[in-house]
């Protein structure tokens, strides 16, 4: 089974990476969007079927937070495994999100096996079964 990613960033170098380390994490991946805030990644949401989103917070036009609020209050956006990939440290805006349905904040900068480790537990895929 191969795995729709929407990735959520401003930054189309930032994009770029986080795709570039998708591909190398060797987990079946299906298709792979990309929106530049979350306005952009709520219409991509709707219009592509995704299993996971991963998302920055900080965004002009509509943040990774808002987003997030739009997306829980959403009967099927709800439902979507949502993975922030920020630098953002603050403790009551992650525990916020955490409370909204996110999964897991991966700190920038990371490792590749940490993504597909953050990416594997909030998939549900055994750990080094989709090799």
Known sequence: MAFNFLIVDDSGTT???????LNLTRLPIGEIWEAGNGREGLAQMREHWVDLV???LNMPDMTGQEMIGEMAKDPLLSKLQVVVVSSEGNQSVLDSLFQQG???????????ALLRGVIEKALGIQPGTQE
């Open 54 to 56: 991963l998302a920055d």
């Open 15 to 21: 994009r770029k990476i986080i795709k570039k380390i």
């Open 102 to 112: 996110v999964r897991e904040v991966v700190r920038i900068p990371f490792e590749p």
